[in-house]
């Protein structure tokens, strides 16, 4: 037998013990993260924050122990910069940069692009509670988000499911603005 087979074999296993923990921590962050924002949604405000802190913890770790398996770790990252950024924009009414997030480009831009989803539903929620100042604040995101994303254009490879998000980004405000010009024009008849 090859002497060096037996060590391959020890590297291996601990590679395949690190890749299982971060497909771990990557799933408890994204149910966190699911969990956050139905809480939000729902004006939860002390579950979304507990969530929230918890998610800190499932991200510092994840941050430790992802090196090498980053790939399989962003859509963890992406579900973390959209659960934080809805609760910035709800609670502090902005958006924090990629630097108060730490977290890699391709995260930051992706999360941002599936927060728009979400602001549509606080806009559109806001209107139906009669509250117009609430929706058109959201919905200001919601442009600012996809005007500041219209120029990026980039393979595939580099920013993934990017192009499909930012379609998705543009319908989605295009019917929050059609829907708005509803309710306008429902007010005044």
């Known amino acids: 037998m090859i002497n060096d087979i037996k060590q391959v074999e020890e590297r291996m296993l601990l590679l395949e013990e690190q890749r299982e923990k971060v497909l771990s921590l990557s799933r408890e962050l994204i149910r966190n993260a699911g969990k956050a ?3 939000m949604h729902a004006k939860d405000r002390a579950k979304a924050s507990t969530l929230l802190k918890n998610m800190e913890k499932i ?3 994840l941050s430790k122990s992802e090196q090498g398996f980053e790939y399989n770790s962003l859509q963890a990252h992406q579900e973390y910069v959209e659960a934080k950024v809805l ?4 609670l502090d ?3 924090p940069s990629i630097k108060e997030m730490k977290v890699n480009e391709q995260a930051y831009v992706l999360g941002l692009m ?3 989803g979400e602001l549509k539903r606080e806009t559109l929620d806001s209107l ?10 959201y919905y200001g995101f919601m442009v600012e988000i996809y005007d ?3 120029h990026l254009r980039f393979a595939n490879a580099i920013l993934p499911d990017f192009r499909r998000k930012q379609d998705s980004a543009r319908i989605q405000v295009e019917n929050t603005a059609n829907e708005i010009l509803r309710t306008k024009q429902f007010h005044i008849k």
């Open 37 to 39: 924002i139905v809480a």
């Open 59 to 61: 991200k510092t770790a």
């Open 87 to 90: 609760s910035s924009i709800i």
């Open 93 to 95: 009414e902005r958006i």
């Open 114 to 116: 599936d927060v728009v």
């Open 128 to 137: 139906l509670n009669g509250n117009v100042k609430a929706a058109s604040l």
């Open 148 to 150: 500041s994303t219209l």
